[in-house]
């Protein structure tokens, strides 16, 4: 059964930081693009960062550039979406995805095949 399940999720103030985890199982990582998506209230869901399937192309939103990292550690079947300079416009539920057709990273939510649950994230003093 495959299964992605976020993690890391919570209360931040502004300027802080949060590490989100993605955990796969029933399928090997490996041959997956993986993305990361946040949809806040009364917001289409949007696309954060990807990352390819070997973890050496990323794709990141305009809006999380050289605040936001994602890695991947394909043998601890583990994608991480490092968070920094956290702002109130960050408030979302993120949720990782699968891409099982895919190569590079990919930002079109249409494109991924397995969907986490999803992980509240909430920027606020």
């Given at each position: 059964?495959?299964?992605?399940?976020?993690?890391?999720?919570?209360?931040?103030?502004?300027?802080?930081?949060?590490?989100?985890?993605?955990?796969?199982?029933?399928?090997?990582?490996?041959?997956?693009?993986?993305?990361?998506?946040?949809?806040?209230?009364?917001?289409?869901?949007?696309?954060?960062?990807?990352?390819?399937?070997?973890?050496?192309?990323?794709?990141?939103?305009?809006?999380?550039?050289?605040?936001?990292t994602i890695s991947r550690d394909n043998a601890r079947q583990t994608v991480t979406l490092q968070m920094n300079r956290l702002e109130p416009e960050d408030t979302a539920v993120y949720y990782c995805a699968a891409d099982i057709n895919g190569i590079g990273p990919k930002s079109k939510d249409s494109l991924y095949d397995y969907w986490g649950q999803g992980t509240q994230v909430t920027v606020s003093s």
């Open positions: 059964q495959v299964q992605l399940v976020e993690s890391g999720g919570g209360l931040v103030q502004p300027g802080g930081s949060l590490r989100l985890s993605c955990a796969a199982s029933g399928f090997i990582l490996d041959y997956y693009v993986i993305g990361w998506f946040r949809q806040a209230p009364g917001k289409e869901r949007e696309v954060v960062a990807s990352i390819s399937y070997s973890g050496s192309d990323t794709y990141y939103a305009d809006s999380v550039k050289g605040r936001f």
